[in-house]
């Protein structure tokens, strides 16, 4: 069974661009999260999509935003990039529902770089 | 008070021996508790996950779970320089929603 891919897996944009991140979970998992990995703040949770709803929220600014597919499938946005938004930006997919339904499993990352 | 604690390390052990990793949380209703292994400049990978009070075992690995004390430990016998990585422990909160806290992981060096 195929893993969580992510695209694209480096991107370099400069201050005040957008981006938008995308994520295609394992087959049959309906369930994606987003989290953001620096080396200062470790692994933060960004927000969680179920069946094309957002389910919860990490504390993150408005910039950050997401959207789930019918088919599971997620992208993530951040506009106005800052300097800070510098990370690893991470997607991992769950089952969501039954047993072992809250173990996630990441995909490969997108290294985002602002300059 | 962090919500998932653990020592960042850098642990150090000697090929063969017992490397045990620890986390605290703070979320005293958490009912969900994970390992992952993340080597350098790759993605956290899921190595145990743990649900009951008591120990679970994969292979070489043991994950324990005091939920009275707030504790969650993985033990990795016969430690190999494969093994070398960082170690995050993660804690599902909240009722239904897949958010996962991750503590900021420790640093894992075993020794030839």
């Known amino acids: 069974k195929a893993g969580v891919t992510q695209t694209p897996r480096y991107l370099i944009k400069t201050r005040g661009q957008q981006v938008t991140l995308s994520c295609s979970p394992i087959?049959?998992?309906?369930?994606v999260s987003w989290y953001q990995q620096t080396p200062g703040q470790g692994l933060q949770f960004l927000f969680e999509?179920?069946?094309?709803?957002?389910?919860n929220k990490g504390n993150f600014p408005g910039r950050f935003s997401g959207r789930q597919f019918s088919n599971s499938r997620s992208e993530m946005n951040v506009s106005t990039l800052e300097l800070g938004d510098s990370a690893l930006y991470l997607c991992?997919?769950?089952?969501?529902?039954?047993?072992?339904?809250?173990?996630?499993?990441f995909g490969p990352g997108t290294r985002l770089t602002v300059t | 008070q962090k919500e998932v604690e653990q020592n960042s390390g850098p642990l150090s052990v000697p090929e063969g021996a017992i490397a045990s990793l620890n986390c605290t949380y703070s979320?005293?209703?958490?009912?969900?508790f994970f390992w992952y292994r993340q080597y350098s400049g790759k993605s956290p990978e899921l190595i145990m996950s743990?649900?009951?009070?008591g120990d679970k075992e994969d292979g070489r690995f043991t994950a324990q779970l005091n939920k009275a004390s707030q504790y969650v430990s993985l033990l990795i016998r016969d430690s190999q320089p494969s093994d070398s990585a960082t170690y995050l422990c993660?804690?599902?909160?909240?009722?239904?929603?897949?958010?996962?806290?991750f503590g900021q992981g420790t640093r894992l060096t075993i020794n030839p």
């Open positions: 999509y179920f069946s094309e709803t957002q389910r």
């Open positions: 979320d005293r209703g958490s009912q969900s």
């Open positions: 993660a804690v599902k909160t909240g009722q239904g929603a897949q958010k996962l806290v």
């Open positions: 087959s049959g998992h309906r369930s």
């Open positions: 743990i649900y009951s009070n």
């Open positions: 991992a997919s769950t089952k969501g529902a039954g047993v072992s339904s809250y173990e996630q499993y």
